[in-house]
Structures are given as structure tokens and as C-alpha cells.
């Protein structure tokens, strides 16, 4: 079975650009989480959705968006992007959204500003 | 803001040497999570951990959880260079329908031949 994929792998933008980032959970699993990855940090939480809804933001400005469809693929959209965007954009998902249940990343989208 | 301190945050040991990294907060967290990273691959799950006091073990991984649910400890024995990598802990938080991961800074571990 295939694991959490994610598109596309390296994106270059330039400030003031914005960008969308595409994410792909295990099959049958409904919940979808973004994090965002600084070089040298560890991953810091940005939204979750279960269900196509919003249950989780971490914070972030409101330059960050993402959306769930009814496949329980989502998009994390970033506009205005700043330098300070620069980071591995990860993707996890689990079969359920409000419980212990292990979360499974994808590798992950390296997004650089210039 | 929940934090969670890992320590070290750097370690270079032989092969063969055995070493134990920390991880610690002031919150109580539902759930401990421990992930290793590779360069240019997200993080990998190794386990989870629920209950205070919980210890699990992993071929030479053992996994620790606090009484109080506020700290973790991961022990390797016997290290290998296959054992480099970066490992991350992360704490899970349930509430209102959503559960989130606080990660800590992680400690990036080498395991010179």
C-alpha cells in the first residue's frame, strides 16, 4: 500500500509569490495534518482536518491556508510568502482525528524563497 | 505554548557504545511519540506511548514514559552506524475533536564505525 505522498518534492518561489502544496493520505485514512519543518527544528503543527473540517491551527498568520476534499486529499496554501517560509512542508495522516492513533508523514515538500 | 526540551541535542558515539536521550516538558501530554528522520525523508514513527510509567521496547531500543506524563527518555544498546539519524519526540494533545503533535528540537545522533 502506498504511504503518504506528497507534490510537488522541491519548489523555488520568490518573496511575495504564493504557493500550493499537495498531500495524499494512506488510503482509508481521514485525517490530515501539515507541519511545518525550519532547517535544524523539529516539525511545528500548522492545521489538521478530519473530515474535510478544520479541527486544528497551530501559529501560524493567516497567510496559510489549507483545505480537505471529500477524497481526504488536502492543499496547504501559503501567500505573501517571506523568506522566513522557507522550510520541509510535511504531511501526515491517521485514520482518526481525535485519538492517540500514529500519525504516518510523508516526505515531505522543501520549499525555498528567494 | 507547550514545549518539549530534547537532550542532547548533538551525540557522536562508537558502535558498540550504549546512550540515552531525553526528552522533557512541564505539560502533560495524552500520548509520547518517538520518530527518527532522515536527510530529505519525513519523519518515521519507531513508537508510542500512553501510560505513565509505560516502558517499551524495540530490538535495542527501550522507551520510557514519566510517571506524570511529562517526560520520555529513549535508550539505545549497543549502537549502530544504521542508528544515525535524527530523532524527534513529540508529545500528542487531544481536545475538542483535534489531536496535535509538540515536537521537540530533536538529537541528532552519529554512530562512528
Known amino acids: 500500500d502506498a504511504g503518504v505522498t506528497q507534490s510537488p518534492t522541491h519548489l523555488i518561489k520568490t518573496r511575495g509569490q504564493h504557493v500550493t502544496l499537495r498531500c495524499s493520505p494512506i488510503s482509508g485514512h481521514k485525517s490530515v495534518s501539515w507541519y511545518q519543518q525550519v532547517l535544524g527544528q523539529g516539525p511545528q503543527f500548522i492545521f489538521q482536518?478530519?473530515?474535510?473540517?478544520?479541527?486544528g491551527r497551530g501559529n501560524f498568520p493567516d497567510r496559510f491556508s489549507a483545505r480537505q476534499f471529500p477524497n481526504y486529499s488536502s492543499e496547504l496554501n501559503v501567500n505573501a510568502l517571506l523568506l522566513g517560509d522557507s522550510a520541509l512542508y510535511l504531511c501526515?495522516?491517521?485514520?482518526?482525528?481525535?485519538?492517540?492513533?500514529?500519525?504516518?508523514f510523508g516526505d515531505g515538500t522543501r520549499l525555498s524563497i528567494l | 505554548t507547550q514545549l518539549l526540551e530534547q537532550s542532547p541535542q548533538f551525540l557522536s558515539i562508537q558502535e558498540g557504545e550504549n546512550l540515552t536521550v531525553y526528552c522533557n516538558s512541564s505539560?502533560?501530554?495524552?500520548?509520547l511519540q518517538w520518530y527518527r528522520q532522515e536527510p530529505g525523508e519525513g519523519p518515521v514513527l519507531l513508537v508510542t506511548v500512553v501510560t505513565g510509567g509505560e516502558v517499551k521496547k524495540l530490538k535495542r531500543l527501550t522507551f520510557q514514559f514519566g510517571d506524570a506524563r511529562k517526560d520520555s527518555s529513549l535508550h539505545i544498546t549497543a549502537a549502530q552506524p544504521g542508528d544515525t539519524g535524527l530523532y524527534l519526540c513529540a508529545g500528542g494533545q487531544s481536545g475538542a475533536g483535534s489531536y496535535q503533535l509538540t515536537f521537540g528540537k530533536g538529537t541528532k545522533l552519529s554512530v562512528i564505525p
Open positions: 482536518y478530519y473530515e474535510k473540517e478544520e479541527r
Open positions: 501526515a495522516s491517521s485514520s482518526q482525528g481525535h485519538s492517540n492513533q500514529p500519525q504516518h
Open positions: 505539560s502533560v501530554f495524552s500520548s
